[in-house]
Every structure is written in C-alpha cells, then in structure tokens.
C-alpha cells in the first residue's frame, strides 16, 4: 500500500509537471522531486543544454559584431528591436487573456505610451545630431528646426491623448485590472527606457564605450557559465540556484583581465573611438584624444628575469577599463539576480523563449541595463573632460555656433591671448 501510493503520488506530480512543458511556469514542485540540487554540475541534461546556448551564442555574437561593424545607426536600430522585444514579453507578463478580450484595443494603449516615450527619449538625445546632418539644406534645416522647436509640447500632446483614451476606455467591474496595467505599463517605460537612452548617448559617445561595457558583460556571463559548469560546487544565492561562487570568482578574473586587453585593442580603431556628431553613416577620422595615445609603461623591476617584456605600450584608457570590468563583475551581475528574483515572484522560469537556450530579450538584457547606466555616468563623470581636444572643440564651434557667434568668439579669444601677452612681457 505504501508503495502504491508513493507511485500514485509520483505519477501525479509526473502529470503535472508535463501538462506545464508547454509554459514558461515553474512548477513548486519541481524543487522537492529533484531536492533542489540545480547546480549544473549535478545537472543530467547540462551537454545538451549547453550545446543549444552555445549555438545560440555563436549566433548573437555574430550578428552582433555585424551591426558594430555596420555603424553607429545601426547599432541605435538594434537597441531599438531588443526594446521591442523587452516590452513584449513585459507587457504579457501581467496579462489576462479573458480580461483583454472583454477591452478591446486596451493592447494597443501600451504600445501607444511606448512608441511615445520613444519619439521623447530619441527625441531629447539625437534632436542636435538630426540639425548637424541636414545642417547645409536650408529647406531640411528649416523642417528639423521646428520639429525640435515643438517636440516635447508633440510629445506631452500625445501622452495626453494616451490618458484620455485610458480613462475613456474604463469599464465597470474590471477598473483594478485596468489601473494596475496602467501602473505596470508605466513601470516597463522607465525600465526600459532608462537603460536604452543611456546606451544610446554611449554609442554616439563613440562606439568604443557602448562596445566595451556590452562585451564584458557577455565575457561575465560565460566565463560564470563555463566555470560553474565545470567546478561549480558552491552555491552563491538562493534567487539563482545555478549561481556558485566558483562560477562568480573564476567570471570576475577572467573579466578584468577581457578589460585591459580589450580595451587596448578596441581603443586603436577611430571607428570605434570617434563620437559621431551627425547621423550619417561615412566612415570616421578624428584626434584620438589623449586616451587613446599610446604611451610606454615600464614594468616593475620584482619581475623575472626571463620575461620578455621590459616596456608595453599602454593606452591610457586601459585604466578606466579596468573600472569597467570590475563593475562589470562584481555589481552588475546583482541585475541578473533582481530579474532571477522577479521571475520567482511571477512564478516563471524565462521572460520569453525568442532565444534557445537563453529565454527572452530580457533575460539576457538585465545585466546590460545596470552596466549602460553605470558605463554613461563614468564617461560623463571620469572621462569627458580628459577627452577634450583641440580638434573636438573646433568641431563643436563649427557645428553648433553661427557665423556671428565664430566671429564674436575669435575677436574674444584673440583679445585674452593679447592681453595675456602683453602681461607676460
């Protein structure tokens, strides 16, 4: 009798658990049958699973070198899919099927506040390069100009046509439902948005500072795979049963390290390093600043004599790389363990399943959200004004002042340098 009803009791969470194969859900119960042993050191199908990520990788590492080499617009194009993507699978994460069918056009609202907070952000960041590209035809220039002139009131005017739709659209008996995917619509925006205009302002920063935070963030995330895969033995954090710190130690080395010698050899290439002032796609040439001049580094003395080395030649950026990569490792993996733990609380185990092998757009993008924000407020905070150069300036005096401007300017100019002349004398 035991027997039979411990087989009964097995054959029913069987049961269950392949009537959800089809769903996202993770089942409570999966835990306890298997004894909450998820290290992929422990786990049967870890090959499998790791021949399907690893092809899938192969396949968005490619494409992704493509976009880069392509430029500037096109990378800007993709950060605009993978929002796309993010705010489809969070905006059918609180989604009720029978709800929506008695609110008819209710899924477009959202799109409606996206695609308006699109038009805002890109708006805000791209207005000054839009007048810089169409700056010699004065019918363009004269269009472009008043559509900046007027974009944030064109903006306001459109989310104040989202509010009125929302509030005429409220139907007796579901107003919670409603307001809550009001509240949660809201909420995706400024998740969503936040991370994409500061990786957007890095990338016409100059490829180099959008390239190197997106890559070492990859970089993180297999070196932790791999090493958790092959020596993972001690768990990290309850949210991420996979996570060893193993896989966390053995991923923040091999990060840091990515973040010199990446830094090095992305930062000699002017395509990446260039900040694109205008947004057309011609290939790019300007002073490297004193960032990305190579200087000699003489190694310290304690070091072998059989070494080879006495003298490298090191760009100084390699330095903040290092900043980079350390943040990389350390902080900005605490993303993936936020998404881990909302996932938990929705009682799912991917956003999507757009990627074989990784789930959705946001698995993978919630590391890359923490690291944008923090890879921007360094470049603005730590590395702006030592990026400053003669041929940079002149650049933003020829492209954002007038004539009359340029003229007042020189005659201002020449007169501090006389006066300051004469006092030396």
């Not at 959800?20 to 786990?43: I, Y």
């Not at 999507?352 to 919630?366: E, V």
């Not at 690291?371 to 940079?392: E, K, L, P, R, T």
């Amino acid at each position: 009798m035991i027997k039979e009803n411990g087989s009964n009791v097995q054959g029913a969470h069987s049961g269950r658990i392949r009537r959800r194969k089809g769903s996202n859900e993770v089942p409570s119960d999966v835990g306890q049958l298997t004894g909450n042993n998820h290290l992929l050191v422990n786990d049967q199908n870890k090959y499998r699973s790791m021949l399907i990520r690893a092809y899938s990788s192969v396949w968005m590492i490619g494409g992704f070198i493509f976009v880069v080499y392509m430029g500037h617009l096109y990378i800007w194009a993709m950060v605009v899919i993978i929002q796309i993507f993010m705010a489809k699978e969070l905006f059918g994460l609180l989604r009720k099927v029978n709800e929506d069918k008695q609110l008819p056009g209710f899924r477009h609202l959202n799109w409606h506040f996206f695609f308006t907070a699109m038009l805002f952000v890109y708006g805000r960041i791209l207005s000054q390069r839009l007048v810089n590209t169409v700056t010699t035809d004065k019918f363009l220039y004269k269009i472009v100009g008043n559509l900046i002139k007027y974009h944030m009131v064109t903006c306001y005017f459109l989310y104040i046509a989202g509010f009125v739709w929302f509030i005429l659209s409220l139907k007796k008996k579901m107003y919670k439902y409603q307001f809550g995917q009001y509240a949660w619509t809201h909420m995706i925006l400024i998740v969503v948005f936040t991370q994409s205009s500061f990786t957007v302002a890095n990338i016409f920063e100059g490829i180099f500072w959008f390239l190197l935070p997106a890559s070492l963030i990859v970089i993180n995330d297999i070196a932790a795979y791999i090493f958790g895969f092959f020596f993972g033995k001690t768990p990290l954090i309850k949210l991420s049963p996979k996570k060893t710190w193993e896989g966390f130690i053995g991923a923040s080395v091999t990060t840091i390290i990515s973040a010199f010698v990446l830094a090095n050899f992305m930062g000699r290439f002017h395509w990446l390093t260039c900040p694109r002032k205008d947004l057309s796609t011609g290939w790019l040439q300007c002073d490297p600043g004193p960032l990305f001049t190579p200087e000699t580094f003489t190694l310290p003395g304690w070091l072998p004599e059989w070494f080879p080395w006495t003298e490298m030649q090191i760009l100084p950026v390699q330095w903040h790389a290092l900043g980079l990569g350390l943040f990389a490792s350390i902080i900005a993996p605490f993303g993936g363990f936020f998404a881990s733990g909302f996932k938990r609380a929705f009682k799912i185990k991917d956003f999507g399943d757009s990627i074989p092998g990784h789930g959705g757009m946001t698995d993978r993008m919630d590391c890359q959200m923490v690291m944008a924000v923090f890879a921007y407020i360094y470049h603005q905070s730590f590395i702006v004004a030592q990026s400053v150069s003669v041929g940079m300036i002149f650049d933003q005096i020829v492209m954002n002042l007038s004539y009359e401007e340029q003229l007042a300017l020189y005659k201002n100019l020449g007169q501090i340098l006389q006066d300051r002349q004469f006092g030396e004398s």
